[in-house]
C-alpha cells in the first residue's frame, strides 16, 4: 500500500533553514506528481508546493516562493522541501501528498506529516 | 489566483440526517474540484474527485456535484463516524488552493 513517512521537522528559530524529506513506497514514485500541503496549529490545509512527476516543473504558493524549494530524487523514491528564512507564520504540519496524477490534480494520498516550530 | 468559499462552517447535526456542504470558486474551474475529510489528529482522506468521482472505499452515503464555480458535497444518513472538517480543493489552475473547511459536529 502507498507509504509516505515524512521526516526532518523540528524547532528552528526565525531566519534559519530546514529541510523536510519524505519516503514514499507502495507506487511508483516516477510516475506521479508530488505535492507540500501545511496545516498551522488550529488552522485550515495550504497548499505549498508541487513537482511534476519528472522534476521538470515546480510551483509555489506566493508565501514561500523565492524560501522554499521543492525537489525529488526518482532514484530513492524520496521527496525533499528545503526552508530557508524560516518565519513564525511558516509554524504547521507539514504533508508530504501524492497527486493523483503526474502533472496536478487532486491528493491521492496523504502522509502523517512532520511539525516544523519556527521560534526563538 | 482562485479563491474557494465554504459554506457553512460548522455544522451540529443529528445522527442519520442529510448533511449537504458548498464549495464556491472566484471563477470556473470546470470539474476540477476536490473533496477531503479529516478527522481531529489524523491527516486528511480523499472522498471525492473531479466534483463528482467518488474514491474507491469511501462509503456511498457520500456524494460530490457540480461543476463552473458552484459544488456541493452531501453526506446522506450521517453516521457518528463523518464528525469531522471536511475541505475543497481546486487543481484547475495555479496556485493550487484549498477552502477554508467545514466541520461537522455530531449532536
Known amino acids: 500500500q502507498v507509504q509516505l513517512v515524512e521526516s526532518g521537522g523540528g524547532v528552528v528559530q526565525p531566519g534559519g533553514s530546514l529541510r523536510l524529506s519524505c519516503a514514499a513506497s507502495?507506487?511508483?514514485?516516477?510516475?506521479?506528481?508530488m505535492h507540500w500541503v501545511r496545516q498551522a496549529p488550529g488552522k485550515g490545509l495550504e497548499w505549498v508546493a508541487f513537482?511534476?512527476?519528472?522534476?521538470?516543473?515546480?510551483y509555489y504558493a506566493d508565501s514561500v516562493k523565492g524560501r522554499f524549494t521543492i525537489s525529488r530524487d526518482n532514484s530513492k523514491n524520496t521527496l525533499y522541501l528545503q526552508m530557508n528564512s524560516l518565519r513564525a507564520e511558516d509554524t504547521a504540519v507539514y504533508y508530504c501528498?501524492?497527486?493523483?496524477?503526474?502533472?496536478?490534480?487532486?491528493?491521492?494520498?496523504w502522509g502523517q506529516g512532520t511539525l516544523v516550530t519556527v521560534s526563538s | 489566483e482562485i479563491v474557494l468559499t465554504q459554506s457553512p462552517d460548522f455544522q451540529s447535526v443529528t445522527p442519520k440526517e442529510k448533511v449537504t456542504i458548498t464549495c464556491r470558486a472566484s471563477?470556473?474551474?470546470?470539474?476540477?474540484l476536490h473533496w477531503y475529510q479529516q478527522k481531529p489528529d489524523q491527516s486528511p482522506k480523499l472522498l471525492i474527485k473531479?466534483?463528482?468521482q467518488s474514491f474507491s472505499g469511501v462509503p456511498s452515503r457520500f456524494s460530490g456535484s457540480g461543476s463552473g464555480t458552484d459544488f456541493t458535497l452531501t453526506i446522506n444518513s450521517l453516521e457518528a463516524e463523518d464528525a469531522a472538517t471536511y475541505y475543497c480543493?481546486?487543481?484547475?489552475?495555479?496556485?493550487?488552493?484549498f477552502g477554508p473547511g467545514t466541520k461537522v459536529d455530531i449532536k
Open positions: 501528498a501524492k497527486d493523483g496524477y503526474g502533472s496536478g490534480s487532486y491528493v491521492h494520498y
Open positions: 507502495g507506487f511508483t514514485f516516477s510516475s506521479y506528481g
Open positions: 513537482i511534476r512527476y519528472d522534476g521538470s516543473n515546480k
Open positions: 471563477q470556473s474551474i470546470g470539474s476540477s
Open positions: 473531479y466534483a463528482s
Open positions: 480543493h481546486q487543481s484547475s489552475s495555479l496556485p493550487f488552493s
